[in-house]
C-alpha cells in the first residue's frame, strides 16, 4: 500500500469532514483523511463535536402543524373520500 | 515504529460499531432510514381505504417541511397553504398511479415541488428557488473554523495544525434544553439554503439523495450547504458551551 503522498493539515481537514462522513472523498483523498485522524486526538475531537451537533438537531422539535391548516386539510380528505 | 491503529469513537464509513452508534452513523452519512417500501404500501392501503388517522399523521409529520418548501418557490405564506392543500389532493387522486418506485415521502415532494414552481412562474416570481440554492452553494464563505485557532502555515512543528483544539463535549450538556436552544437559534439564523438542508437532513433525518431530489439541487451542492450549515450550527454551540477554548 502506498501512503498518503501530501498529508492534510488541520485546516484543511476541517473542509473535508461533510464530504468525509457522507462517503464522498475519492479514495486517495479518503486514505489521506484517515491517515490525519489516526495520528490526530484534535481532529478526532472535532469530528466528535460534529457528531454530537447532528445528534442534538435531531432532537429540535419542528413546529407543529398551526391547527387551521390541519382542519382545512382533514376537510378536504372527507371531501376526498366522499368522492 | 509500530504504527498504532487509533480507536475513533466510530467509523463513519465501515459502521464497524454496530451499537448504539449505528443509527448515528446512517444518519451522518445521509442514509437515514425512511419508511420503507413495506411501511409504504400500507400507509398507502390505508389511505384508499379512508384511514383519517393515517392521513393526519402523514399531515403531521410532513407538513411542516411542504409548507417550508412551497414557500420558497411562491411569494407568500398564503399562496404556499393553497399549493399544500392541492398538493395533498393531487396525492390523494394519484395514490392508485403510486408505484412504490421511490419512497411515498419522495413522491409527495416531487407533487409539491412541481406545483410550487408551476404557481412561482405564474405568480411571475422572477428567480426560481434552485437558481438562489445554487448561487448560495457556489458561492464563496468564510472558513468552517475561525483560522485563528490554527497554527501558521510556517509553524516549524504543525504548520495549520490546531493551536486551540475543540474540547471534549459530554453529550448530557449539548442535549440540555439550554443547549437545543441555542442549536435552534443558530439554525434560524443560517442562510435560506443552508438552513433547509440541515433542518431536512439533521432535524427530521432525510437522506442526501431525498434532501437534493426535493430541493432540486446536485448532490454537491446539497453536501455543500449541509457542510457550511453544520460548521457553523457547531461554532455556535462551541461559543456557547466552551466560550474560551486554551490555546495548546
Not at chain 2, 31 to 54: C, F, I, P
Not at chain 2, 126 to 147: L, M, Q, R, W
Request: proline share 6%.
Amino acid at each position: 500500500m502506498t501512503g498518503p503522498s501530501v498529508p492534510l493539515s488541520c485546516r484543511e481537514l476541517v473542509e473535508l469532514v461533510t464530504d468525509y462522513l457522507e462517503g464522498a472523498l475519492p479514495a486517495d483523498e479518503q486514505a489521506r483523511f484517515q491517515a490525519h485522524l489516526e495520528a490526530c486526538d484534535p481532529c478526532v475531537g472535532y469530528i466528535e463535536q460534529i457528531r454530537l451537533t447532528v445528534t442534538a438537531a435531531g432532537r429540535v422539535e419542528e413546529a407543529d402543524l398551526d391547527p387551521a391548516s390541519r382542519e382545512a386539510l382533514l376537510a378536504e380528505f372527507r371531501g376526498w373520500k366522499r368522492g | 515504529m509500530t504504527a498504532f491503529a487509533i480507536r475513533l469513537p466510530f467509523d463513519p464509513l465501515t459502521g464497524e460499531d454496530g451499537g448504539p452508534m449505528a443509527w448515528l452513523k446512517d444518519r451522518l452519512a445521509g442514509r437515514a432510514k425512511t419508511d420503507g417500501r413495506g411501511a409504504d404500501a400500507e400507509l398507502v392501503a390505508r389511505l384508499r381505504a379512508g384511514d383519517e388517522q393515517a392521513f393526519m399523521e402523514l399531515v403531521e409529520s410532513l407538513g411542516p417541511s411542504m409548507l417550508r418548501i412551497a414557500r420558497m418557490h411562491v411569494r407568500d405564506r398564503a399562496t404556499a397553504e393553497e399549493v399544500v392543500q392541492e398538493t395533498w389532493l393531487a396525492v390523494l387522486n394519484g395514490l392508485d398511479r403510486f408505484e412504490g418506485r421511490s419512497s411515498l415521502r419522495t413522491w409527495i415532494f416531487r407533487i409539491l415541488t412541481n406545483r410550487a414552481k408551476t404557481r412561482g412562474e405564474r405568480d411571475g416570481r422572477v428567480v426560481p428557488f434552485s437558481a438562489v440554492i445554487n448561487a448560495d452553494a457556489a458561492s464563496g464563505e468564510g472558513p468552517s473554523v475561525d483560522p485563528d485557532r490554527f497554527f501558521p502555515a510556517d509553524h516549524p512543528k504543525y504548520p495549520y495544525g490546531w493551536a486551540a483544539p475543540p474540547v471534549a463535549w459530554t453529550q448530557e450538556r449539548v442535549l440540555e434544553r439550554e443547549t437545543l436552544e441555542v442549536l435552534k437559534e443558530a439554525i434560524s439564523r443560517l442562510p435560506d439554503s443552508q438552513r433547509e438542508v440541515i433542518r431536512l437532513r439533521d432535524v427530521e433525518g432525510w437522506s442526501a439523495e431525498e434532501v437534493a431530489d426535493a430541493l432540486e439541487i446536485s448532490d454537491v451542492n446539497q453536501r455543500v450547504l449541509l457542510h457550511r450549515a453544520r460548521s457553523k450550527v457547531r461554532a455556535a454551540l462551541e461559543a456557547y458551551l466552551d466560550p474560551t477554548p486554551e490555546a495548546a
